[in-house]
């Protein structure tokens, strides 16, 4: 019944599993049932939990029953809203076992919201998105042109939306070129045919102006138009969009990523294009204004002209000459006192230069160097003789110090100094020497040589007393 790895027998015969081997089985049961690989499962959002490996932990419950439920990362990257606590959804995917806990869960593939509420809910969600990825911003929304030459309309061919736009561009601008590119709006495959025809447009480079757009419906209905895939081919347009969507009280994605919004087809065909009656009128009522422009101009330059004839400088211009005559005297005449000033300043300066060269001169200098040569030799050889007797006093004072402690003048009061006979060595204690050997005696007035006949120590006993040994 069971595979040998999976069932061991007890002592009476009857197969024992383990509890992996139990939740095994179970889960091979289930994943070999085709009704569990693929369901639908509707129910509300509790208990969710949004880990950070990316994975989706939450319970589906309705009113009787629960089901613990797991969407990996891979799968929920591509959902269009973002689940929360108490959304109610419709989920696919399949029942399977997690084996560690022995317990059954659904395995989530695909999850949309369940009803209108939830759709506004992703809505929502996904407006707040885009609006904090700045595609909703104003000052990145592109001016529509003036006086458009062709015009792109992005829309279903049929239905009562592209006819109101047809005929409200004809009959504003009859000359404007019009260029129809059809797509679903509704439906399955509409958000990518959308999106693909803004891109074509751009690609292509005619346009001047895209409407983009649809009439009225069910949120359900204009939801192509709430896709992010069509909101962000319309925010990377090189082609100013207009949307048109619904109706006045309908509002789209669409709408806020566009450069303008319409609040109908027929509005976004006349804020796309000028009325031509209403050029017509312009044309007139600037030519009126040229006109008018140009006889007050012509009006204020002949007044110009009558003043220009009635003016000195043309009735009477040897008047317009004794001013500057005038004027060239007065100049002349500072010229002239000024010429004056200016070279007396210049004889005074020159006489200032001279008396400088003057006590510059390099006789003066050179007596002037005499003089200081002069008087530094004479500080100089003062300072030298200065110097010499100070420091033949201090001469003097060394030598009476050198004298008085010179060993000949100690010798000179009747000391002597005993060498060895090589005189290399003083004669310090009578133990130096011997009986019989030769010394060398300095007195103060000459040297004698003396012969060793006895040795006379004084040494201090253990008693005290003074004991004189006398060799001979």
């Not at 599993?17 to 049932?33: A, M, P, Q, T, W």
């Not at 309908?250 to 050029?279: G, K, M, Q, S």
Request: hydrophobic share 35%; proline share 5%.
């Amino acid at each position: 019944m069971f595979p040998p790895n999976e069932a061991k027998p007890d002592g009476q015969g009857q197969a024992v599993l383990s509890i992996r081997d139990l939740n095994r089985l179970i889960k091979r049961k289930l994943e070999g049932e085709p009704l569990l690989q693929d369901i639908w499962i509707r129910g509300e959002i509790s208990n969710f939990t949004h880990h950070s490996s990316g994975h989706m932990y939450f319970t589906l419950k309705d009113a009787d029953s629960r089901l613990k439920s797991i969407m990996f990362s891979s799968y929920n990257a591509r959902l269009p809203f973002l689940p929360r606590e108490g959304t109610r959804v419709l989920a696919r995917g399949s029942v399977s076992v997690y084996e560690r806990d022995g317990q059954y869960q659904f395995y989530v593939t695909q999850m949309q919201p369940d009803g209108v509420g939830s759709l506004y809910l992703a809505y929502e969600q996904l407006k707040k998105k885009l609006e904090q990825e700045g595609l909703f911003a104003a000052e990145r929304k592109q001016p529509l042109p003036r006086y458009p030459h062709t015009i792109g309309v992005i829309t279903s061919p049929t239905g009562a939306a592209v006819r109101d736009i047809l005929i409200t561009l004809k009959r504003r601008s009859p000359s404007v070129n019009i260029l129809l590119y059809p797509v679903l709006v509704q439906g399955k495959g509409a958000a990518p045919s959308i999106a693909a025809a803004i891109d074509e447009m751009n690609r292509m480079g005619e346009a001047d102006v895209l409407i983009v757009g649809r009439g009225g419906g069910s949120l359900e209905e204009l939801w192509a138009f709430n896709e992010e895939i069509v909101a962000r081919s319309v925010y990377a347009s090189r082609i100013p969009v207009v949307s048109a969507v619904g109706h006045e009280t309908d509002f789209t994605i669409c709408d806020f990523v566009a450069d303008l919004r319409a609040a109908t087809p027929t509005a976004a065909a006349e804020l796309t294009v000028p009325h031509h009656l209403e050029l017509k009128q312009q044309v007139a009522m600037r030519t009126a204004h040229m006109q008018r422009a140009l006889v007050h101009q012509l009006e204020r330059q002949q007044e110009r002209l009558a003043k220009l004839r009635r003016s000195q400088v043309l009735s009477q211009p040897e008047r317009m000459l004794q001013q500057p005559s005038q004027r060239r005297d007065r100049l002349q005449e500072q010229l002239v006192f000024r010429m004056k000033g200016l070279v007396a300043s210049q004889h005074q300066r020159q006489l200032r230069m001279e008396r400088r060269l003057e006590s510059r001169s390099p006789k003066e200098q050179a007596s002037l160097a005499r003089t200081r040569t002069n008087v530094a030799a004479k500080q100089l050889q003062q300072a030298m003789a200065s110097i010499h007797r100070a420091k033949a006093r201090e001469w003097e004072a060394t030598l009476r110090q050198l004298d008085a402690l010179s060993p000949l003048k100690v010798m000179s009061r009747g000391y002597s100094l005993v060498y060895e006979e090589d005189e290399k060595k003083l004669v310090r204690s009578v133990h130096q020497v011997q009986p019989g050997d030769l010394l060398r005696v300095r007195l103060g007035d000459g040297k004698l040589t003396a012969s060793v006949w006895g040795i006379d120590s004084t040494e201090s006993g253990s008693d005290g007393e003074t004991r004189e040994e006398k060799q001979g």
